[in-house]
């Protein structure tokens, strides 16, 4: 009703809210004949589920979460831990149906990830990679658990934060690490480092050093599929603080009102640069910005790659049909500062004595690893051999030690390059109008 008066039928919307706002904590059992669809429920003190207990219709509500916490101190992000194994439930049963071959190629693109990102890492340490980086680790099960659920000749727009989505879309690894050596043979020719690499030959619409324009990029690319008639769909990922900026419910709202087929991906790491999202978010999940627009806006555990799948597959389906978008939060963790090096080191994983965060909470969701959480998983399942597993890792260590080699040994870009690229017509503008002779 609208008035929110009890009549012959419950406004349940209304209703959830009431109830939320009064602290109920755990299940809410229907009293409608028409039960909604049932979520997973994130909070302190409840793994992740996405089923209700046998026989019962329920909606999981929240009432706990990071945002609107003014009273926020370094450390907290502990209350939010999920468990250390990937929880039983439907999610995880999605997965586990999955051939054999899948399972494994979502592990080697976690792992690829993972490894390539540390070299690089290593390598900028010692100074022989110039140039920002931002490093991804920790946040793997979201890139390869959205990747997994994409067609190859899908879109998807990335961040300055951009090696699991590169990876996770199957770049060359060998012109990708060109790249970021400021190489000739670099994917963009040694001009896109990592703020604007790209790779439109398998969809992946490029990195950005502005934040959440990748909202915009992607809904565009959603935008020319739809009229097109391709059935392609974009995904655009973007961080916390992406989905505080204008960008983000401007390409929502247009991308719901034409119904185009994108898929919103929060990655929610706690926090945006330094500051804590729990101060800039008034909500208590950032996917509570767009459930008044009634499109599916979910939050799940973002460093367990089964519900992040999960999550992605529905969402993809949903805007291949022409239903429009879906927005997916993941709640995940940053092992390293915002930008560089500072607290870590060469051939070490996390970055410690940060002063906007304890090094307890770094350890307990480093314990968290998205990528041991899955290795256990199939292990357990016995979806996977350890030989299985075993193989995948040396093949991609293979892979990584060629891409560096290859790096390493390619051409720097002759200045005048930087004259190329640049016009439509392809013509470079005569040299002498920018250099001496």
Known sequence: MADGNL????????????LGAAGATTVLTSVTAQAAPTIGYLGAQAPLTGDAPP????????TVGPGGNMNWQPGDAIKFLPP????????????????????????????????????????????????????????????SGVMAALNPDDYCTSTHRPAGHIVAKGTDLKKATAELYLRKTGISKGKGHRANITDPSIGFLGSNGIVGSS??????????????????????????NAANQSYYFSAVRNATLYKLPVIF??????????????????????SDYTKGLDIPSLTVDGNDVTAVYAAAKEAVARARAGDGPSVIEGMTYRWYDHGMFAGTKPGEEGAFKLPYRTDAEVREWMARDPLVRYKAFLLERKLVTDGDLAGVEADAQKAIAAAFDFARASPVPDPQAGLEDVYADGKPVAANQFFAG
Do not use: H
């Not at 009549?7 to 009431?18: C, E, H, M, P, V």
């Not at 991906?265 to 950032?286: C, D, R």
């Open 7 to 18: 009549g012959s039928k419950l406004n349940r919307r209304a209703f959830l809210k009431a």
């Open 265 to 286: 991906v929060v990655e929610n790491n706690f926090q945006n640069v330094f500051t804590p999202m729990a101060v800039t978010v008034p909500s208590k999940q950032i």
């Open 84 to 143: 250390e194994k990937i929880p039983a439930g439907k999610a995880a049963d999605t997965v586990a149906a999955l051939p054999k071959q899948k399972l494994l190629d979502i592990y080697r693109t976690m792992f690829t990830t993972r490894k390539w990102e540390n070299a690089l890492k290593d390598g900028w340490i010692k100074g022989e990679i110039y140039g920002a980086w931002l490093m991804y680790a920790g946040q793997e099960a979201i890139s």
């Open 55 to 62: 026989g019962m219709k329920a909606v999981y509500i929240y």
């Open 215 to 240: 909202w915009f990029l992607a809904a565009g690319a959603a935008y020319s599929a739809r009229v097109r008639g391709s059935k392609q769909v974009a995904v655009a990922f973007g961080g916390d």
